[in-house]
């Protein structure tokens, strides 16, 4: 791999991904989903619970910063700073890829200082598909244990990969690999796509593998094509963008396909939600619908970028605005929003 490529697109990545452009915004699927009003709450405000479990470790509220690489100058910074917030407010933390750390020993140390940083933060690990099919699971342990993470996520990126310039456009091999890893792993194995979501049929096609968890991470939010396009401009890539502006699953319709995919399944994993949740409500209506818990990657990335106070007061909004959600439909907690009937489709 060359790294000062690496680097470069790193950055192109994070400059792009603040541009309101790049995002599918409209196409997330909460407009449709309406919560009912409950004009009588026999609750009290602060009685609501936001409190969550992700496996042992006790989160403030089902919300997570989802996976996002920083890996050029002035990333580590940013990492550092998230990883500091996340663990100061009990929101675990999806790191980005660790492709990296599989070839160049810097990214191991800085990984490390990461760390050392945040000693009580939950961490979640990242690798690609593309990567886990041609890398030897040792190493993918490795990079769990060296991190200290609490699972793996691995995540499918195809149009991404189809439309970068550099991309590694293979997915053969990739359920097997997929299937190799949740056998050894020691760690939950979360398995995510990147803002172009799960339809029924790939759905079906993961229901035998033992994962931790699904993350739909569906189109509404950031969206892999737009950037990787915006990147290319004159280019066939990025006419090609334009093209698929809008190609992916909603991350609504995803979650009610593996809703509706996984109802008689007696072992299933968590369902996750994450691509265009943009604030409280957006994160409650996911829930109500059924996921367990809820990703954010932009949002957080813009409020991290202006500083650790405004990255408090974006995270206290959510909470906020969830309790809220809670309130006004009659909910004291996270399992009461999903138990009963709280929603319906407009
Ligand atoms: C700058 C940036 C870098 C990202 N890098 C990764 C990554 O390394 N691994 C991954 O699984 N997802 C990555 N993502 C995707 C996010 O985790 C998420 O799935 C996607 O952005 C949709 O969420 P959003 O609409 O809240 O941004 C990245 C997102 C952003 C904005």
Not at 178 to 202: D, H, M, N, Q, R
Request: aromatic share 8%; hydrophobic share 45%.
């Amino acid at each position: 791999m060359n790294l000062d490529g690496f680097e470069a697109r790193k950055a192109d990545h994070l400059r792009l991904s603040m541009d309101p452009s790049m995002q599918a915004a409209g196409h997330s699927g909460f407009d449709l989903i309406h919560l009912f009003h409950d004009a009588l709450p026999e609750l009290d405000f602060k009685d609501i619970s936001l409190h969550t479990k992700f496996w042992w470790f006790e989160a403030a509220s089902p919300c997570f910063i989802s996976s996002m690489t920083a890996g050029h100058q002035g990333g580590e910074a940013l990492n550092i700073r998230l990883a500091k917030v996340a663990s100061e407010r009990r929101w675990p933390m999806g790191l980005g890829s660790q492709r990296r750390e599989l070839q160049d020993p810097k990214a191991h140390e800085e990984w490390k200082r990461l760390r050392a940083a945040a000693p009580n933060a939950l961490f979640f690990s990242n690798l690609g598909l593309s990567q886990l099919i041609e890398t030897p699971l040792e190493k993918v342990k490795a990079l769990i244990e060296n991190l200290g993470s609490a699972a793996i996520i691995i995540h499918l990126n195809p149009l991404q990969e189809v439309l970068q310039p550099e991309g590694t456009p293979s997915f053969l091999g990739g359920i097997k690999a997929l299937e190799k890893l949740c056998k050894i792993s020691k760690v939950p194995v979360i398995l995510k796509e990147t803002g172009s979501g799960f339809s029924p049929a790939t759905l079906l096609k993961i229901r035998k593998l033992k994962l931790g968890a699904v993350d739909v991470s569906g189109l509404g939010g950031t969206h892999w094509g737009r950037i990787e396009g915006g990147r290319a401009n004159g280019t066939i890539f990025h006419a090609a963008s334009q093209t698929f502006d809008h190609w992916g699953e909603s991350t609504v319709a995803s979650l009610l396909a593996a809703k509706s995919n996984w109802r008689r399944q007696k072992k299933r994993p968590e369902l996750w939600a994450s691509g265009g949740i943009r604030n409280g409500l957006d994160a409650a209506k996911a829930i109500a619908i059924g996921a367990n818990k809820v990703g954010f990657a932009k949002p957080v990335l813009e409020a991290a970028l202006s500083g650790e106070a405004t990255l408090h007061a974006w995270m206290d909004r959510i909470e906020f605005e969830l309790k809220i959600a809670l309130f006004c439909t009659g909910s004291k907690d996270i399992a009461a929003l999903q138990k009963e009937t709280k929603w319906q489709k407009i």
